[in-house]
């Protein structure tokens, strides 16, 4: 064990540590935190790149201020605070990121009193930390309140809106934009290009190399001595007309995010001294120090567990996701119809949508972390006769609910949302889960909900509704969930090329082979939960009919009526009716349903359970997370047994 791994695993208190150590040793210590967070992500999974771009930011800015007691650190997004959490009382329990019990991957209140503001979504950092120096202030406490945001967080609308407040709330805030030049891709907008033309500007190395040999050969620690130079040089040489400046803050930079000596002298400057919000530019390189990570930033922003020592792009697959399986679907698509669109809020590789823009670029919209704006531009294609499909994960499409119901549903615009990651997702736990979509969707008038339960038919209702011509009348949302499957390329061209056909609308029966005059059990299984249950209901002694359900709105009317007409009953059979989904069990798909079935056929149902979720998800692999919610097959069997073993006994006895 070299020294340094032995100041890590040992220290009881690392942020001393870091407090004491001279620049050497702190580089030591990066090199030792890099590979650890290495190790770690390599078998637990999680935040890579944008992980290893921030050690020494985190070690610099833990040097300079005395974080949590009075000095306060917020993260935007909290996806790069691994250093921030082995350096916080959480390098012995760092080794379980992620996994189920463990730590987070995301700042977490709940965690840690170093973590000030829980997060997971883009863009919260500027506005947290201007209400906490505010209530600072109110309460008369002392000290500094800094907020971290990545250059593609700061393109969100919720930062962009905090921002504009700052000034005008007289504000002391130390905003620190961590520009790597990426958002998980390449960032997209005007600040992107921005940046880049400092960053790629002769200035900029020119400005790094006069202001290390400044620091290094003056003894003036004077900050207006210091910052005036900074931002004299700065004008000279990259930047006349600072956004940051025509704002009103100070702004300074850009300064190399991985130099530690200057980080720290900088950071020191600006703690306690300046009477005005400060923007500091540091310029970080997206997977910094690992050579796989830093060519590929963007394949290792977020990645799986791994084989030990292999490089995780040696990872082999012969499954799909339905988030590769949709936009390749989608690329197809483009070859038919002209008018298609595929538009991303910076989510290209995750929603598969890379598929489109490599095939059909300039039918391709990459908007950046602008959901709202996203669907709002994606309304507008529609109304002048394109065909958009806009893919976002479910977590995300969150942000955009006012405009799901005053932009789009009010107006009936025929588009199609491709509502990723809808349900548990597993290891980013509980602010990405996608457990709220059909929550927020199901009382929106004029749209409609699909949920398929396979790959094969999330593009069998592709093809459906804008395979060969666009039939799409309303605002359609199709949710799916963040699964692998068995399924092939060659397999999704078959079912594309022979124009395979599903109508969600026209739910479908199967039926185990008993049947019972005086009671039957009905399952309506949505979208992912119909393979739960299939798999269930085989085992059971029971008459059941499993409904897959592929449409949370409408309800297909007819088959429900083949099921409970009245004229089909006449041994007046009684039914247990249960609904079952992978979301928000109140106001979801099954109390909607279940309240439909009452209010019409009362008096053929004898009991009714609604299965789904009743809280915040905690993180854990699927199956596991499927258990705890009470939604894999076995859970679904135990809470059968539980709630109505009883008659099910009963009636498989005398029947
Ligand atoms: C509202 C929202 N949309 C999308 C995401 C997905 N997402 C997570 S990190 C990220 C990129 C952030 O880029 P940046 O802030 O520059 O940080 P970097 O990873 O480059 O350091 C995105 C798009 C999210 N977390 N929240």
Known sequence: ?????????????????????DIGELQSIAH????????????????????????????ALYRVFDFPEKDMLVWDTGHQTYTHKILTERMQSFKTLRKMGGISGFTNIFESKYDSFGAGHVGTSIAAALGFEKAKKLSGEPGEVIAVIGDGALTSGNALESLNQVVGQKSNLKIIVNDNGMSISDNVGSFA??????????????????????????HLTGLETILEWIRDNMKHNLLPDSIFESMGFKYLGPVDGHDLETLIRVLANIKDGYKKPVVLHIHTKKGCGIDYAEAKPNIFHGVSPLEKNTSPDQKKSDQLSFSDAMGYTLAKFADYDDRLIAITSAMDIGTGLHHFKASCEERFFDLGITEQSSLVFAGAMALKGFHPLYAVYSTFLQRAYDQIIHDIALQKIPLVVAVDRAGLVGNDGPTHHGTFDINMLNPIPNIKVYAPD????????????M??????????????????????????????????????????????????????????????????????????????????????????????????????NITNQQKIVISIEEGMRTGGFGEHLIGFLKEKYQNQIFKTICLGIDQFITQGNRDELLHETGLSTQSIYNTLEAEIGEIIHQHTMTS
């Not at 999330?458 to 093809?463: A, F, G, K, T």
């Not at 026209?506 to 185990?512: A, F, L, R, S, T």
Request: overall charge positive.
């Open 193 to 218: 290009n921005n940046f880049s033309l400092i960053r790629t500007g002769k200035g900029y190395n020119t400005f790094k190399k006069q202001l290390k040999s400044f620091l290094r050969e003056t």
């Open 1 to 21: 064990m070299s020294d340094f791994k032995e100041v890590l695993f040992e220290s009881k208190n690392l942020i001393n540590v870091i407090k004491n150590s």
């Open 454 to 465: 396979s790959v094969s038919n999330m593009v069998r209702i592709m093809n459906f509704l």
């Open 32 to 59: 030792e935190i890099r590979d650890f967070i290495v190790e770690t992500v390599q078998q637990n999974g999680g935040h890579l790149s944008s992980n290893l771009g921030t050690v020494e930011l985190t070690l």
């Open 467 to 568: 395979g060969k011509k666009w039939n799409v009348a309303n605002p359609i949302f199709i949710r799916y969930p963040r699964v692998l499957e068995d399924i092939s390329y060659e397999e999704i061209d078959k079912i594309i090329f022979n124009d395979e056909k599903k109508d969600p609308e026209q739910w479908e029966i199967i039926q185990n082979h008993q049947y019972n005059p005086k009671i039957e059990l009905i399952i309506f299984a949505l979208g992912t939960m119909f393979n739960q249950c299939k798999q269930m209901i085989n085992k059971v002694n029971f008459p059941i009919r499993l409904v897959k359900v592929t449409s949370v709105k409408p309800i297909d009317t007819s088959l429900i009526q083949q099921l409970f007409n009245p004229e089909n």
